[in-house]
């Protein structure tokens, strides 16, 4: 077997689909290992090889990262949770020095996607619309008497992921209650309208938008996409091909968009597989043949809007058994 596109996929956790969609395109080309630091992460299961690894907080997290990567001889390495992405980020060049390419964009754009405010003034500042957002409450209680912000809004964690902490206001005295409670915070406009994600691929090698596939979100559940139906609109695939140009992302990007009176407006920005990436691939797009392509030193063909829509994914529970060995 040509182990050179062996692929490391880090946190799997749930997201099983992930770990298949990699052995169906890496099948007799490489394997794919997988790690988490529970034992009860399903996706393990799917892989060729799997690792349970300290939690990402412990000391000496990363040389356990690294040296499986240099006793699997690991082409690539992803990870599918927030916080590890800046991990991957900031010691891209210890995993290149072993031969391993890190498929993330650099630090400063990792950063970015995960301080939510910082994400706001880079949106304003580059021309592009977004949803109003106030780390300042009396600027927020100016603009709400002046009439350019209404209630509700949400209060969340500046740096945070999976809709944790988020809450619904209705008004004043609760935002002083979160406030007093709770630090880091930021008070965001409430969207009417509908809600879209797009997943992208920027060409590792060519820095190109090649992959963008866009669907309207019909319902969430925990932060992820949980039923949606893929949508066509040449408009809002020229606004993500100037945004994610302009940001200077790499590799696989999941954004969070809101249509309000014709209007589109960027929201949010997970530099990684979204939880809804899987209906981007049932419907054609192959992020992961084209990482496979980029790993091996080649470009991928641009499948920009190269699917059908009106085509819905509906996520349903399954499970894993497993006997412990």
């Known amino acids: 077997m040509n182990e050179d596109s062996n692929i490391l996929i880090l946190s799997c956790g749930t997201r099983n689909k992930i770990v298949q ?34 939690q990402m907080s412990d000391e000496g997290y990363l040389d356990v990262i690294l040296s ?35 498929i993330v964009s650099d630090f400063e754009e990792v950063e970015l996607c995960f301080d939510k405010y910082k994400m706001f003034e880079f949106l304003v500042q580059n021309g592009f619309q977004t949803v109003k957002s106030y780390i300042d409450k009396e600027k927020f209680y100016n603009d709400i008497e002046n009439g350019n912000i209404n209630y509700p809004v949400f209060v969340k964690p500046v740096t945070g992921s999976a809709s944790i902490n988020i809450s619904k206001v209705n008004s004043k005295e609760e935002i002083e209650l979160l406030f ?22 920027v060409d590792m090698i060519s820095g190109k938008p090649i992959a963008i596939f866009i669907k309207e979100k019909i319902k969430m559940r925990a932060g992820e996409t949980d039923k949606s139906v893929s949508i066509k609109d040449k408009q809002l695939s020229e606004l993500i091909i100037n945004f994610v140009k302009k ?11 809101f249509k309000t009176n014709d209007e589109y407006y960027i929201s949010e920005v997970n530099p990684r597989f979204g939880g809804g990436y899987p209906h981007a691939y049932e419907c054609g797009i192959n992020v992961p043949k084209m990482i496979i392509n980029n790993i091996n030193g080649d470009t991928s063909e641009g499948v920009i809007d190269q699917y059908d829509e009106g085509i819905y994914m509906m996520k349903f529970n399954e499970i894993k058994i497993h006997k412990k060995q």
């Open 21 to 54: 969609y990699f052995k169906k395109e890496l099948y007799g080309r490489g394997i794919v290992v997988a790690a988490d630091c529970s034992e009860f992460a399903p996706a393990l299961y799917e892989a060729d090889k799997q690792f349970i690894v300290p």
């Open 68 to 102: 499986i990567c240099k006793e699997n001889s690991i082409k690539a390495v992803l990870s599918l949770i927030d916080p590890e992405l800046s991990l991957l980020a900031k010691n891209k060049q210890s995993f290149l020095d072993i031969g391993t390419i890190p």
């Open 180 to 201: 007093s409670r709770f630090n880091n915070l930021m008070i965001q406009e409430f969207m009417q309208g509908a809600e879209y994600g797009a997943d992208v691929y």
């Open 247 to 257: 940001a200077g992302f790499k590799g696989i990007i999941d954004i969070d968009i």
